[in-house]
């Protein structure tokens, strides 16, 4: 039994890579020095996956910030923009990863949106009608040959065809009629080159085929591969699929020349009925992807092997796999000193994701598996999950009414209210919650846990900071403030903490988009909130000011999505358990005189099924409800915000405005405000901030740029409902970019109210 990965994390098991990144950007490290480091962390990778006996290690699945944005750069789709900064080649990829402000000009980044349903960010490729497509790059042969020159044979890994043209964004006349056949041959030299370099493999990855596809996706699937797949010589051409099923072109895939398909048996909910009832063509590899490569807990031999014994009885030649790229797990169990024992037994990270494949291929070679030592030991582990029930927050969610899930007054009279309450100007300004976390600010938190301060000294460093955030936005003219937000770590983890059922790691950290790394709790039982959270801090910054001051609170769907969940009960109950204990806290945040409460749901979309026939009966049914569980029992005096990051929206709207919030601000400019559209279209009601400018890229807007981003928004949404705020919160940007930008932004909100004025 052979055993493949698609791929490996990539920042290095303690951040290397990011840490040299921002050096880089600092100007502290040379290209020399960060490509070294570069090549040290690949050469690490795929010496432990050799050592772990996998037989089809992926190369070429590092990058520098993201994949897509690899591919694109691969095939010569570099907007002029960019090139016309004049950087080196290095450096025109980071302009259009992060952006540009300097000597050679200043141009915002690419697009940034959600990879599919997970908290991983794919960078937009934007095609004009002036992109020559066709293979210019050597990344992956570069890589390729690395391997090789360190003793390492693997499979290089491409984004695929099929899915680069349905994620990328088309600027002018074009459309992907006009481009497939480019594609399609520079796909064709890919495999050529790779055949050249004597590589045995290429894995080219396709997760848009387990979307909806119509008739026409299928013929173009069929015509592009038809032609990818025409001349591959000697190199094996595995397609790779993951993220669900491919229901619609299954007998498609079995019928084109590949080598060999990848399946994802875990999200892939028909994968197994599919092989079962279509049969696998005896010509191929069925590479299964068994082992979860999105969630930390250990595999299941036994649901594994029932699963394998189906598969065999179609006589279909196998390898397990990871079931998706283990980018999306933090790297090892080694570096948690902390975790028990009786709990850290049940995780596997991505080192241990990579004994467990080795150990499922060995267990398969023997006679009878289920009487192996590990079987037995797995199976008992599966029965000994202590501390995760608790009845009463079970007896509570069994409780719940469906008169929990409405607030009254309706929103239309409760706007009424709200506007005579708070008396804000027209086009208030606000942030989305978080300052600078600056070095003092870390440094801080570190000496807490090291004991080196008192928990009396850091309380009070946090309201210094606290009262210095709030003179500032005084100063700069916001209408609605905020805390800042210093004392949160992450705006998960921090609840988390304080929430009962949650388990922390100390470096399991998993890459969301570039240098941004995260590292999400784990749900490991019920939760409840057993005090308050956020209600000290948020009533002291309203005690410094006459102005409204946001109480700050991350959504009950949000906090689900960016932790790894439970997998004994399902994501609604866990949800419900969390809106529960946020709902608690939104009462008492009300309570201590708290007006306006903002409870973020920044990835709702997150875990939207990838098919739409699945949206309603699999997700939306209950997350919806969810958010307004958390806020039913407000005051109509009360105004509650949310706010959602880099995705797409406009779909769900509907249900968006359904979440029956007072005023939702949404991540925009760096999708060039094409969700505003959507928001006339269906007559949005929530007042609504659409981000001004983008915090994810150091380049500061100007006045102009973001009164010109105004005018846009006014053409689509009515004056009394719109705010005007950043894209985000602020936690990751330097102190220099902030003042300026807000600065900026507050302007022109003044500006747009003359002109109404007048």
């Not at 600027?171 to 992907?176: A, P, V, Y």
């Not at 009515?718 to 705020?725: A, F, H, Y």
């Not at 970019?737 to 600065?743: G, K």
């Amino acid at each position: 039994m052979k055993t493949s990965v698609i791929g490996y994390p990539r920042i290095g098991k303690l951040r290397e890579l990011k840490f040299a990144e921002e050096k880089y950007f600092r100007g502290e490290l040379t290209e020399r020095e960060l490509r070294d480091t570069a090549e040290a962390l690949r050469v690490e990778h795929w010496r432990t996956q050799d050592a772990a006996d996998i037989d089809l290690i992926p190369s070429n699945d590092f990058s520098f910030y993201d994949t897509t944005l690899d591919a694109a750069e691969l095939l010569n789709i570099v907007p002029a923009r960019y090139r016309e900064l004049g950087l080196s080649p290095l450096d025109t990829y980071f302009a259009m990863a992060r952006g540009y402000q300097g000597p050679a000009g200043d141009v915002k980044a690419l697009a940034m949106k959600k990879w599919f349903n997970t908290n991983y960010h794919y960078t937009v490729p934007e095609i004009d009608d002036d992109t020559q497509i066709k293979l210019v790059g050597t990344k992956p042969f570069d890589e390729y040959a690395e391997a090789r020159s360190y003793g390492f044979e693997t499979k290089s890994v491409v984004l695929g065809p099929i899915t680069l043209l349905k994620l990328a964004r088309f600027t002018g006349t074009k459309t992907i009629a006009d481009v497939e056949a480019d594609v399609a041959q520079a796909y064709a030299d890919i495999i050529a080159h790779l055949g050249h370099l004597g590589a045995p493999w290429v894995q080219l990855d396709e997760p848009w085929l387990v979307r909806d596809l119509d008739a026409d996706d299928l013929a173009l699937v069929r015509r592009v591969f038809e032609r990818v797949l025409a001349n591959t010589g000697s190199v094996k051409v595995l397609v790779q699929t993951y993220f669900g099923d491919v229901r619609d072109c299954y007998d498609l895939l079995a019928e084109l020349p590949f080598d060999a398909i990848g399946l994802d048996f875990i999200e892939g909910t028909r994968t197994l009925d599919l092989v079962r009832t279509h049969g696998f063509p005896k010509d191929k590899l069925l590479v299964a992807g068994l082992v979860n490569g999105k969630n930390i807990w250990r595999n299941h031999f036994g649901k594994t092997l029932d699963v394998v014994d189906e598969l065999r009885k179609t006589g279909a030649e196998m390898a397990l796999s990871t079931s998706c790229s283990l980018l999306h797990v933090p790297y090892t169990l080694a570096n948690e000193t902390k975790l028990k024992p009786e709990y850290a037994e049940h995780f596997a990270f991505a080192v241990e994701k990579l004994g467990e494949l080795h150990e499922l291929a060995t267990l398969l070679e023997e006679d009878d598996p289920r009487a192996s030592q590990a079987f037995v030991a797995n199976a008992q582990l599966m029965g000994a999950r202590p501390d995760k029930d608790d009845a009463a927050v079970q007896a509570r969610v069994a409780a719940i009414t469906d008169d929990e899930y409405t607030r009254l007054p309706a929103r239309p009279e409760r706007e009424r209210i709200q506007k005579d309450e708070f008396k804000l100007p027209l086009f208030p300004t606000t942030t989305i919650g978080s300052f600078p976390q600056t070095r003092d600010v870390r440094a801080e938190r570190r000496a807490l846990k090291r004991g080196e301060v008192t928990r009396d000294e850091y309380e009070q460093f946090m309201r210094d900071k606290i009262a210095a955030c709030v003179k500032l936005q005084e100063q700069i003219g916001l209408d609605v403030l905020v805390h800042g937000e210093f004392e949160r770590n992450d705006m998960v983890e921090y609840f988390g903490e304080q929430l009962n059922g949650f388990l922390f790691t100390e470096k399991a950290w998993v890459q969301s988009y570039g240098t941004r790394c995260v590292k999400p709790p784990i749900v490991w039982g019920d939760v409840s909130r057993p005090h308050t959270m956020t209600v000290k801090w948020s009533t002291y910054a309203q005690s410094l000011t006459k102005k409204p001051m946001k109480g700050m609170l991350t959504g009950p769907v949000t906090i689900l999505n960016w932790s790894f969940p439970r997998e004994d009960i399902s994501r609604e109950e866990s949800t419900k358990q969390i809106a529960l204990a946020i709902r608690d806290e939104v009462l008492d945040l009300e309570a201590a005189g708290i007006r306006v409460i903002q409870v973020d749901e920044a990835a709702l979309r997150e875990k939207l099924p990838l098919r739409k026939s699945d949206w309603f009966s699999e997700y939306l049914d209950w997350a919806i409800p969810a958010f307004r569980l958390v806020h039913s029992a407000c005051k109509p005096t009360t105004q509650v915000h949310t706010h959602m990051c880099y995705s797409e929206f406009t779909d769900i709207i509907k249900a968006i405005d359904a979440m029956d919030a007072d005023v939702i601000t949404f991540e925009a400019s760096r999708s060039d405000l094409l969700i505003l559209d959507s928001l006339a279209e269906n007559h949005f009601e929530t007042e609504v901030g659409p981000g001004v400018y983008d915090i994810h890229s150091p380049r500061v807007p100007s006045t102009e740029e973001i009164v010109d981003a105004l005018h846009k928004m006014l053409a689509k949404v009515k004056p009394e409902k719109l705010w005007v705020n950043p894209d985000c919160g602020l936690k990751t940007r330097g102190e220099a970019e902030v003042l300026p930008s807000l600065e900026h932004m507050v302007a022109a909100a003044r500006q747009l109210r003359e002109e109404h004025q007048a």
